[in-house]
């Protein structure tokens, strides 16, 4: 199911080991910026509040690698933008979270993000 917010929720599983494996929601975010941004800059931020019986790893699972680069600690994922872009162009990022507890992965948690940068330049 989708929510106005641009979440979509799985539907419980009943032993279906494909199905608990898939992430229990994927959110959707859309962000516009300017062409020749300065860089380094953050585009995405994603936090959680830790338990401490639970152990958190945050991956950049689609996304250049020659634009973006994740940076991590233990509750907190943050994609920047490493090089300046020249637009009309528009990425696609995607964000895992993956709660794990004894090594085991507990839940996944998927942002998929949308980077839009404009053919207008920054101006400061």
Known sequence: ???SLGKCFRQPCRGDKVCKALSLTITYRFININAGY????????????PDPRY?????LTK???KFFTLVTRENLG???MIRSVSGP???????????????V?????VTIIYLH???DLFID
Do not use: C, H, N, W
Request: net charge negative; aromatic share 12%.
């Open 89 to 103: 162009r528009t990425f696609e990022l995607r964000l895992e979270l993956r709660v794990m507890r004894e090594l």
């Open 78 to 80: 943050t994609i920047k």
């Open 105 to 109: 992965v507990f839940a996944k948690y």
């Open 1 to 3: 199911s989708l929510d």
């Open 55 to 59: 152990e958190y790893q945050f991956e």
């Open 38 to 49: 300065p860089v380094p800059v953050e585009v995405f931020k994603e936090s959680i509040t």
């Open 117 to 119: 940068v404009d053919e």
């Open 63 to 65: 996304g250049k690698a």
